[in-house]
């Protein structure tokens, strides 16, 4: 893994963005470098057309006026930018974090990540469900596409406080994908050392409980300590659930196979799982 790269902005639980990265680049001993990116708005920007109904100088005036508050606007983004990132070292630093960079970028912020996945072994980055409905659904339109664009692992921060976990919860659903899955889990320094929960969403079957039993073993054989918990019901709703009950907690997720946890990757459940959840979520690629 070459570093972690923390995306950050003004929503409230940047500090908790903050926070995480930092644990995270402390477990693995990983530089990490801090993205904050100036999307330039279309509402922001939109200027109305009234060459139709003011004269050529009026309009010319206008033009200019509005060009200069926009201007005005860069330099004050700009400025909070510097000033965000700026904030972020400290609080990474005072977390214990040596390796500490920071990148300021104008531009799309997916494209922007899908540019930069190649030196990043891990994106860190924030969900905010208590922002505004039109906010919302920009910052989890944002959240899909970052998890469609990059091959990196993700950790996903949906709580507006850091709490460092205490037990990892893995989402299984006894497919190859998941079987590698917790392969890679058994030997990830980010989790070392703490006790991990297999759970498994799906009706009460024997190839159910085989197949956890299987999963158990494995991650027994990898010195881990482990336990298995099956439940029924819809992984959106079971998870956060589950989850909360062993918080503090990290829940991870892998690339899995075609199921319904497949589905929660590459569909709008996703977002509905990060909004329900009260804790990280570490997608593991």
Not at 87 to 99: K, P
Not at 106 to 134: M, R, W
Not at 142 to 170: C, D, K, M, N, Y
């Amino acid at each position: 893994m070459n570093k972690i790269l923390a995306c950050i902005d003004t929503r409230g639980n940047t500090d908790a963005v903050i926070d995480w990265a930092a644990w995270t680049a402390v477990r693995l001993k990983c530089p990490l470098e801090f993205l904050h990116v100036l999307e330039r708005h279309p509402e922001l920007a939109a200027v109305t057309d009234f060459s139709g109904a003011i004269g050529v100088d009026a309009q010319e005036l206008l033009l200019k006026e509005l060009s200069g508050r926009d201007e005005q606007r860069s330099v004050a983004m700009r400025e909070a930018g510097r000033e965000l990132l700026s904030h972020a070292r400290s609080r990474a630093s005072a977390a214990g974090v040596e390796h500490l960079d920071a990148r300021l970028r104008h531009g799309d912020f997916i494209d922007t990540a899908i540019e930069l996945q190649a030196d990043a072994g891990l994106f860190v980055l924030g969900e905010h469900y208590h922002a505004s409905a039109q906010e919302r659904i920009r910052t989890e339109h944002h959240l899909e596409r970052v998890i469609r664009g990059v091959s990196s692992s993700l950790l996903v921060a949906t709580a507006e406080a850091f709490e460092a976990p205490q037990r990892v919860v893995v989402a299984f659903d006894g497919s190859p994908g998941a079987r590698r899955a917790l392969a890679r889990l058994a030997q990830h320094p980010l989790v070392a050392g703490l006790p991990v929960l297999v759970a498994m969403v799906a009706p009460d079957t024997t190839l159910a409980r085989r197949q956890l039993k299987e999963a158990q073993a494995a991650l027994q054989a990898a010195g881990v300590v482990v336990e298995t918990e099956l439940v029924a019901g819809e992984p959106q709703q079971v998870l956060p659930e589950l989850v909360r009950h062993h918080a503090p907690a990290l829940l991870v997720m892998g690339a899995f196979g075609h199921s319904r946890l497949r589905q929660l990757l590459v569909g709008s459940t996703t977002t509905s799982l990060l909004r329900l959840s009260n804790v990280p979520v570490l997608i593991l690629r």
